[in-house]
């Protein structure tokens, strides 16, 4: 029980490695705040959470919507009265060259990957710093280790990802809380369904999210005066 009387925020905990992540910390003992665009979605998970007598609720938050993501950090706040932990995970993965990428494609990218992080961590970081004390993990990806063709919009957002976590974790190690990325290879999730069939022999051979969810309950467990600024996950 690593996380008892933790509560842990998780973007895009509906699916693949978000889901993960919140079965793993719910274990661990932590409140774990499920939040995604689809509400249907995010309750089947809290269900399988609570059936296992473990602790979730579940919040409609789409991280391009400020005005929706103060909402409900107010509202999780006024329940819960804190945010211990916040994981940054939810995202899309547009995958195309530069000759063929559109602009909204592009646009749509940058929006929800990068944009979208700085906006949860932007609400969250005022009540970490009233507590002094706080772990941000910021899920990222190896591709921003190596690059491979056809990934310009998906790594741009990664890059920018990276340099945020990087730069958050400057201002804030100081400070008691702790930003870490973790950078996970190629994970066996839905996101990889629109380009990938899930019977390609290709999917056995990626990362589990379950090992990827292992990895970033140690990052949220590494306290700020460590000054952990990220961990790597190779397949
Ligand atoms: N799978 C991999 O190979 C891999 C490798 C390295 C890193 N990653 C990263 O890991 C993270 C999770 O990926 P995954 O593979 O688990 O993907 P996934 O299975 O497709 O899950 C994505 C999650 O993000 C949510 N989401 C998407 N857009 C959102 C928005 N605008 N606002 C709020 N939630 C949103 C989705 O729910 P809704 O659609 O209901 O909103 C869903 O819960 C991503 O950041 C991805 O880049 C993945």
Redesign the pocket.
Known sequence: MQLKNKTALI?????????EIAKKFAEEGALVIL????LD??KQVQKEIENNNYCADSFE????NREQIKDTIEKIIKKYNKIDILVN?????IWNSIQDVSYKEFDDQIN??LT?YFNCIKEVVPYMLKEKSGNIVN?????VKKTKAGRVA?AAS?YGQAGLSNAVHEDLKDKGISIIAV??????????DRYISKNDPQREK??K?EKVAEVVLKAALIPAAKDVRELVIDS
Not at 61 to 64: A, G, L, P, S, Y
């Open positions: 973007t895009g905990a509906s699916s693949g490695i978000g889901k939040t995604a665009r689809h979605k995010l938050m789409d991280i391009t995970n939810a995202g899309i993965a929800i990957n979208g899920i990222i990806t190896s591709t998906y990664k950078y996970p290879s190629k994970t066996n999730t839905p996101i990889h990626m990362l999210p």
